[in-house]
């Protein structure tokens, strides 16, 4: 009897270490948004302990949780995000998407998330969970009116930082999954087949090289585990 006693006693205290050992698990993640931007003060909420903290002028956070736990992501004007992780995970990257309406790019800077706000006003995104794309005939039809200042002109280019030169080609740089294309090639795509779209305005397009003085529109078309 006293021998059950002792290994029923000891199963307690090894079930305690083990649940404390797993609680004390450290989780390091970056928050971003448009894949680069940190997100500074956005809200990091681990499920099972209802720990809560922000992330800091560089996007990054710690914190505590179990395996199999889920973290929740919000900040405002910035559609929540929630992350389950895995039994090795350890660091986390969370990439938050911007509502598409103006006010959320005040949310975004007047509640300080963005510490740059040129940066942030020289990116835009339209995602097909944001805007029904299969309700248009053409790619063209798509984008105008959907970015600010955007424009597409007669021959079908499109213009994002306005006419540069009477001479020269103000054309922004079309890339769809990553390889340049021409006009022929972006009009042929069916907006039904199109997961995101993303407009860069700035100096973030050097990246590009010479091609992308005129801005770049990125596209991302669906993939087949895309809903």
């Not at 894949?35 to 800091?56: M, R, W």
């Amino acid at each position: 009897m006293k021998l059950f006693r002792s290994i029923f006693f000891v199963m307690i205290f090894l079930g305690t270490v083990f649940q404390t050992v797993a609680q004390d698990r450290i989780i390091q993640g970056i928050v971003t948004t448009f894949d680069s931007i940190p997100l500074i003060g956005a809200e990091i909420k681990v499920q099972s302990t209802k720990q809560v903290v922000v992330t800091d002028t560089l996007g990054r956070f710690i914190v505590q949780a179990e395996d199999g736990d889920k973290l929740k992501v919000t900040a405002k004007g910035f559609y929540d995000e929630k992350f389950k992780l895995e039994d090795k995970t350890k660091l986390v990257m969370i990439n938050l998407r911007l509502k598409p309406t103006e006010q959320a790019r005040e949310y975004a800077i007047g509640y300080g998330y963005v510490k740059d706000a040129d940066k942030l006003n020289a990116l835009a995104q339209l995602n097909r969970k944001d805007l029904d794309f299969s309700q248009y005939s053409n790619m063209y039809d798509l984008i105008r009116g959907r970015f600010a200042g955007v424009t597409v002109d007669a021959s079908g280019d499109i213009i994002i930082r306005g006419t540069s030169s009477l001479n020269l080609s103000s054309a922004a740089l079309i890339v769809v999954d990553g390889i340049p294309v021409d006009n022929s090639v972006f009009n042929a795509l069916s907006p039904s087949n199109v997961q995101s779209i993303n407009i860069i305005k700035d100096g973030s397009a050097a990246i590009y090289g010479s091609r992308g003085a005129n801005g770049v529109v990125i596209i991302e078309t669906r993939k087949g585990g895309d809903e």
